[in-house]
């Protein structure tokens, strides 16, 4: 089958790319990006069935002769509030499944409105299969149906500072573009500008994105710090909890400290401009660095974190989960790339196996089921590893 990898050569598009060219079903692989020179570098690495392909998704074109005929797009490009619907668009008019890592809450409304084209060109279509979301949606997801009715569901991450800023904090030189600083860290910025749509008392709010520190509980002990951040969670999750009255998801960087530095830049300039966002804030790292990497509290760390609050036998409880992850696969891939490529991975080779019938637009917890889900992750990736007998461990607590 022939299969399109749009930013083939990017960070998560990369991963995705080398490993379906490892596999049986795929006969085709394109390696795709604005740049033919890097895709074709990228394409000369895998073997004989890749091949590179020259795709603008800002250029209003027929399909490119890369796509065409393919069973399959898998979508690696971003920032998402900028490329995801127009992959999306190329899909459909491939007539071609797709699937994609899309965080942006307002990408995510728009791919899911035009699930009825989709689903008219006959295709399946999964925003959204990522980590975050993605992979901690379907965990979530997994905690939910241990409960009688859940009320509240909590989604939050923290990453260091450096993962995030990367050397800068060694003084590197202001990145002037998002090729340069990568789209997931423009996406993430982006998420923490303007309003973030969260679901509050059983409906959706826009609150002011970055909005002031809040803890999550993590399984292991301790909390992560978070603020509110525009994510596709909050839109997708409630449609498939019935009787849920709160779905947020919040980020944060570590230590804590940092956050304040970031936020103030972020403020000073107007969405769309993550890469000055980014160089200011570089800067200002560089220009102190032990005092914004200072470990200056003890009472937060980094972490993921998925928590619901709701009834469970009749009483009200609290539940944390966590994926039992397998130390062996960050052994093999220490960038940890396989927590998001992996789910993006487990959804192509599903599309490509015709595993999901419906056709339309879909969130990945409307059509994958969490642990056949977690399973394939364990067969294709070693993500997860068997703990007491599960890959997820789901801590209750009761709280009253
Ligand atoms: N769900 C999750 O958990 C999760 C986690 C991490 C990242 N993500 C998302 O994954 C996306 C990719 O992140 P990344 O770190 O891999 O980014 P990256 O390294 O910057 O790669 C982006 C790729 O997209 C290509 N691209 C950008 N604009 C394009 C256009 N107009 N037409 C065709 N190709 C284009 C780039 O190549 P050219 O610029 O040369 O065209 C590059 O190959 C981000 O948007 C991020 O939000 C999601």
Not at 84 to 105: E, F
Not at 318 to 341: H, I, K, M
């Amino acid at each position: 089958m022939k299969v399109v990898v749009l930013g083939g050569y990017g960070h998560y598009g990369r991963y995705v790319a080398r490993q379906l060219a490892e596999r049986d079903i795929v006969t085709t692989l394109v390696v795709a990006g604005r740049s033919l020179e890097k895709a074709q570098a990228q394409a000369d690495l895998l073997g004989a069935k890749a091949v590179a392909g020259r795709v603008d998704l800002f250029e209003k074109a027929d399909v490119p002769e890369a796509v065409r005929g393919a069973d399959l797009v898998v979508n690696a490009t971003g920032p998402d509030h900028l490329t995801v619907i127009p992959a999306l668009r190329l899909a459909i008019a491939a007539g071609a499944d797709y699937c994609d890592l899309n965080i942006s809450w307002r990408a995510t409304e728009e791919a899911l409105a035009m699930s009825q084209d989709a689903a008219a060109a006959g295709i399946t279509a999964i925003t959204g299969i990522g980590a975050f979301p993605g992979l901690f949606s379907l965990l979530a997801m997994q905690g939910v149906s241990r409960f009688d009715q859940v009320k509240t569901l909590r989604l939050g991450y923290c990453m260091s500072v450096q993962a995030a800023f990367g050397d800068s904090l060694g003084g590197a030189p202001a990145h002037t573009s998002h090729q340069e600083i990568g789209a997931a860290l423009a996406a993430v910025i982006h998420g923490f500008s303007g309003t973030a749509r969260q679901f509050v008392d059983g409906r959706y709010a826009d609150l002011p994105a970055f909005g002031p520190a809040y803890k999550i509980p993590l399984l292991s002990g301790g909390a992560i710090e978070v603020h509110t951040q525009g994510s596709a969670e909050p839109i997708t999750l409630p449609e498939s909890i019935p009787g849920i009255e709160e779905v947020t998801m919040g980020a944060g960087f570590y230590p804590p400290q940092v956050n304040d530095l970031i936020k103030r830049h972020i403020d000073a300039h107007f969405p769309g401009e993550e890469e000055a966002v980014v160089a200011a804030v570089r800067k200002e790292l560089a220009g102190d660095p032990e005092r914004w990497t200072a470990e200056a509290r003890e009472d937060v760390t980094k972490g993921e974190s998925v928590c619901l609050e709701g009834i469970k036998d009749g009483r009200p409880a609290r539940c944390l989960v966590e994926p039992n992850w397998n130390a062996e696969a960050f052994a093999e891939d220490a960038s940890g790339d396989v927590v998001t490529g992996g789910p993006l991975l487990v959804a192509s080779l599903k599309l490509l196996g015709g595993e999901i019938g419906a056709k339309g637009g879909f969130a990945p917890e409307t059509c994958f089921s969490p642990g056949s889900f977690f399973e394939d992750l364990r067969r294709e990736v070693n993500l997860f590893t068997e703990r007491d007998g599960a890959l997820v461990t789901e801590k209750f607590e009761f709280l009253g």
